[in-house]
T-cell receptor, first 115, second 113 residues
Framework: GAVVSQHPSRVICKSGTSVKIECRSL??????MFWYRQFPKQSLMLMAT?????????EQGVEKDKFLINHASLTLSTLTVTSAHPEDSSFYIC???????????FGPGTRLTVL | AQSVSQHNHHVILSEAASLELGCNYS??????LFWYVQYPGQHLQLLLK??????LVKGIKGFEAEFIKSKFSFNLRKPSVQWSDTAEYFC???????????FGAGTQVVVTP
């Protein structure tokens, strides 16, 4: 089956610093990648959709300047949380979908804690 | 805008009991429907999906779901659960070609031995 990895799995940073999270599709080409955020005991909320080689499309209420998304290749997308604050602490999950494929495959998530 | 609601936030049942998790959605057009499962400490996995055709969909691990268009529902069922079915279950839908998923709030299922 299709495998999606995320790195790091867990990160702790100081307020005001930036954090980069990587999402990789290991055995397929991901033409579309999605970034979600999951608060404790809540559902996943879609943050943005990115297609390889083009700018990400952000959901309403998501600050594009704060959550920078780059989908530079067919196997890698990155999410950078800029100038992180404690309220950005959350579980960030990516998913990937190949061309012509109707199923998204999810990464294991990254737990971000901002002190 | 579309939405997905899951009726039960927390379900506790014994092994061998039958499980049914409710999922309703609101959207006037064509939808694709999914059930995902998240086992403790693991990533989301697809249990089953419905796009078109037979409204009774069979998925992995003995799960099935029935799409009832008139009720805007896509309930998940399993006739006999096991302890290993302890997990969080999410109903989700897509309405566009991008495949953007809208998730329900999730149902935590605990199966006791």
């Amino acid at each position: 089956g299709a495998v999606v990895s995320q790195h790091p799995s867990r990160v702790i940073c100081k307020s005001g610093t930036s954090v980069k999270i990587e999402c990789r599709s290991l055995d397929f080409q991901a033409t579309t990648m999605f970034w979600y955020r999951q608060f404790p005991k809540q559902s996943l909320m879609l943050m943005a959709t990115s297609n390889e080689g083009s700018k990400a499309t952000y959901e309403q209420g998501v600050e594009k300047d704060k959550f920078l998304i780059n989908h530079a290749s067919l196997t890698l997308s990155t999410l950078t949380v800029t100038s992180a604050h404690p309220e950005d602490s959350s579980f960030y999950i990516c998913s990937a979908r190949g061309r012509g494929v109707d199923t998204q495959y999810f990464g294991p998530g990254t737990r971000l804690t901002v002190l | 805008a579309q939405s997905v609601s899951q009726h039960n936030h927390h379900v506790i049942l014994s092994e061998a009991a039958s499980l049914e998790l409710g999922c309703n959605y609101s959207y006037g057009g064509t939808v694709n429907l999914f059930w995902y499962v998240q086992y403790p400490g693991q990533h989301l996995q697809l249990l089953l999906k419905y796009f078109s055709g037979d409204p009774l969909v069979k998925g992995i691990k003995g799960f099935e779901a029935e799409f009832i268009k008139s009720k805007f529902s896509f309930n998940l069922r399993k006739p006999s659960v096991q302890w290993s079915d302890t997990a969080e279950y999410f109903c989700a839908l897509t309405t566009d070609s991008w495949g953007k998923l809208q998730f329900g709030a999730g149902t935590q299922v605990v199966v006791t031995p």
